[in-house]
């Protein structure tokens, strides 16, 4: 263990996920896929954090839906969609 002094990094936020909802917005009501995971689980845990906005770029809760597939080749996709009020397209 070790002690260093320094300025505390500024927090990191992802610009795919701020860029994905951006393409969403610019499509309100269309699914599409978003990513692909290893598990269902990490797929539901996801979508679960689009659904609830817990990702920031996703906010706020309830604009997007969210649903993860399991796949015939054993992987997890997550697909979203947009259906917040139109006034949100433009952010």
Do not use: C
């Not at 070790?2 to 936020?13: E, G, K, N, Q, S």
């Amino acid at each position: 263990m070790h002690v260093r002094f320094d300025t505390l990094p500024a927090p990191h936020r992802s610009q795919e996920a701020f860029d994905t909802a951006r393409a969403l917005r610019e499509r309100p009501g269309e699914w599409a896929h978003i990513d692909t995971h290893e598990t269902i689980n990490r797929a539901a845990n996801q979508s679960h954090r689009i659904r609830t906005g817990k990702l920031a770029a996703f906010r706020p809760a309830g604009t997007f839906e969210a649903k993860a597939h399991s796949t015939r080749e054993g992987t997890a996709e997550v697909w979203a969609r947009y259906t917040g009020p139109s006034e949100e397209r433009a952010i």
